[in-house]
């Protein structure tokens, strides 16, 4: 029922069959019998919120009743006239027949016609019960008269109003504004569904961040930062202070499983007086070191090398290169590759 009701929504498939058989002319009055039904029910909402509850009150009541003079001129409109009884074999054209003539249907009344659009039995009651008291209350006529019961009358009467317009609504519509319809509707849930999916995307995907920090820098100059261990160019490199061990180390958002850790030493060129000698990569998870690796860079060069070292750690959000002695006048670092 509700993936019918969807399919209905966006199709209009009955709502373009019941429009199909309506003719313009019964069209146009269903539409204005719904229009000066909604003009009169914004007219009562303006006044009854800016302090003029009486006339609102007054003027909610007419508008529920010319919503209401639409159901009759739906009925009309789409009822198949009567078909006359086939006289028997042999009767004469224009005799008088001895059968009993056809009496024509008595006229729907709106809620016959409202029950026929698929307003439920429980609507049905409440819009029967805001007609009913909007024909038989007194309304008062001045607003120092309006009351708490006042105030619930005025709501049960505009809802009433809505449902029965909603109910007619389509067969106010031409056959071309319904394709508009369907076309605006189709195209707005496909807009909220790419929008719906790039949010869940968004939401979703963790982004992955990579930052770097270092103990100390050589002569404290970014030309020298932490951030040149980690940025994929081995011409760049981090270096330590003359003569001082320290650590560089990569901050990994979120916290990933780590399979391989690669270094590449340092060199710095053209001087080339500056390496890691012995060193200790160690791996951080919440704060503590959950695998370490000693490792030795036995000779300076001047154009070094790569060195892997696996791993198979998870929950890895620090990856620190310790340089714990050096070659020539420093220890330094030119690249460290984290692979997951």
């Known amino acids: ?5 969807i399919a209905e929504y966006f199709t209009l498939r009955d709502a373009s069959a019941t429009a199909a ?12 019998a719904l229009a000066l039904g909604r003009q009169k029910a914004e007219a009562a909402e303006a006044l009854w919120s800016n302090g003029h509850a009486a006339e609102g009150l007054r003027l909610v009541v007419e508008a529920l009743t010319a919503t209401l003079e639409a159901a009759p001129r739906y009925d009309g409109a789409t009822s198949a006239p009567a078909k006359e009884p086939a006289k028997p074999e042999g009767e004469v054209e224009g005799a008088e027949s001895d059968a009993p003539k056809s009496e024509p249907p008595p006229p729907a ?19 029967a019960e805001a007609e009913e008291k909007a024909r038989t209350t007194t309304l008062p006529r001045l607003d120092a008269d309006v009351n ?4 619930d009358l005025y709501q049960q009467i505009a809802r009433a109003r809505l449902d029965v317009e909603r109910a007619l609504a389509y067969a106010a519509m031409s056959p071309r504004e319904l394709g508009v319809t369907r076309i605006a509707r189709i195209a707005t849930a496909a807009v909220l569904g790419v929008a719906l999916i790039a949010a869940l995307v968004f939401v979703m ?7 770097a920090d270092a103990s100390a820098t050589f002569a404290n100059s970014p030309t020298f930062g932490a951030g040149n ?10 270096l330590l202070p003359d003569r001082a061990s320290g650590w560089v180390e990569t901050r990994l958002s979120p916290p990933r499983h780590v399979a391989r850790v690669t270094l590449t030493n340092a060199k710095n060129a053209p001087h080339f007086d500056r390496a890691t000698r ?27 090398q790569p060195v892997s070292h696996d791993f198979d750690a998870d929950g890895i959000d620090r990856v620190r290169f310790v340089s714990r002695s050096h070659h020539n006048l420093g220890g330094g670092l030119a690249e460290m590759t984290v692979e997951e």
Do not use: C
Not at 229 to 238: C, F, H, L, P, T
Not at 296 to 301: G, T
């Open 205 to 211: 995907r963790t982004p992955h961040e990579v930052t």
């Open 1 to 5: 029922m509700a993936s019918s009701s």
């Open 148 to 151: 708490a019961a006042h105030a």
């Open 229 to 238: 261990a980690i940025d994929g160019d081995v011409n760049s490199e981090w």
């Open 109 to 127: 009344t709106w809620r016959t016609v409202l029950a026929a659009r698929g307003v439920s039995a429980d609507r049905l009651n409440a819009i």
């Open 21 to 32: 058989r309506i003719p313009e002319t019964k069209r146009k009055e269903i539409a204005d």
């Open 278 to 304: 012995e060193y200790r990569i160690e791996l951080y998870s919440g704060g503590r070191v959950v695998e370490q690796i000693d490792g030795e860079f036995a000779s300076f060069e001047r154009d070094p």
